[in-house]
């Protein structure tokens, strides 16, 4: 008789498909998660200081797929030259809309005071993800540089699960290439699986939605949630092919695997942005 490989690990996932491969008397997910907390601003790398404004969807960027309702989170900070600022006062709840229908958002506005980087932090609360019944929290990662001026972007924070960047996620070019250490309350992770989405939807700051036409055509579906693997010591290297806001997510690596009698996986969120490269 004619059988399929299916791997049983692999559950339906109604609620959070970004993709779904129909063979007769089977359908399943060919996402294996594909969540990302965003911590969005357009621009990065800033010429000056000043006010900008932060939206925060719990998402599928690449997809323009399901917002997830999520909870207040956990912690929400601005790091910058190793002072942290507690940001969670300010957070407004908000919605956001995608393909898939809107959910709830959260957003900030947040002060970029003199040159040098800004470390955002948002560190979720634990969302049940009913498909999977797993709930996931995310320590997700934002930096914004100011004047191009280095100062915490390689900062380790000691976060339950962190990327630590060995590039500057601001200053990326199209074509260039994203290195990150995987690390768990500050060990690195070996092996770590990391999924990468492309914000393929512009994020519309004024009407908290995704743009409705993508930027790029992905040529397959293993190309909307990237999957790949950090090295035996927890390192990575993604080249960026294209210019725009890159998400990475590693897996369950934090060191808490349970909540509320259920499986619990910490993630680890960092935000790129490759810049075009120009001819004069
Ligand atoms: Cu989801």
Redesign the pocket.
């Given at each position: 008789m004619f059988t399929i490989p299916f791997n049983p690990s692999q559950t339906f996932k109604s609620?959070?498909l970004t993709a779904v491969m129909t063979i007769p008397g089977l359908v399943f997910s060919s996402a294996a998660s594909a969540?990302f907390q965003m911590i969005y601003t357009p621009e990065l790398l800033k010429n000056r200081g000043g006010e900008i404004e932060l939206k925060m969807p719990f998402t599928?960027p690449a997809a323009n797929g399901?917002v997830?309702d999520i909870a207040t989170p956990e912690a929400f900070y601005q790091v910058r030259k190793g002072k942290k600022t507690d940001l969670l006062p300010q957070l407004e709840t908000s919605t956001w809309k995608s393909a898939d229908g809107e959910g709830v958002s959260y957003q900030s506005k947040a002060r970029l005071r003199g040159l040098g980087d800004n470390i955002f932090i948002l560190q979720s609360a634990p969302y049940l993800?009913q498909a999977e019944d797993i709930y996931i929290q995310q320590f997700a990662k934002t930096i914004v540089n100011v004047g191009s001026l280095p100062t915490d972007w390689d900062s380790e924070l000691g976060l339950s699960a962190e990327i630590v960047p060995l590039s500057k996620p601001y200053a990326l070019y199209e074509g260039g290439s994203f290195t990150g250490v995987v690390k768990s309350a500050g060990k690195p992770v070996p092996f770590a699986e990391i999924e990468v989405e492309y914000v393929n939807y512009q994020p519309e700051m004024k009407s908290n939605a995704f743009s409705s036409q993508p930027t790029i055509d992905p040529p397959a579906d293993a190309f909307i949630t990237m999957t790949i693997k950090a090295d035996a010591n927890g390192t990575f290297t993604f080249a960026l092919p294209k210019a725009g806001h890159w998400g990475f997510c590693a897996l369950g690596v934090g060191p808490k695997t349970e909540h509320k009698g259920k499986e619990l996986s910490q993630d680890a969120v960092i935000w790129v942005q490759a810049h075009p490269v120009t001819d004069l």
């Open positions: 609620a959070c969540h599928h399901h997830m993800e």
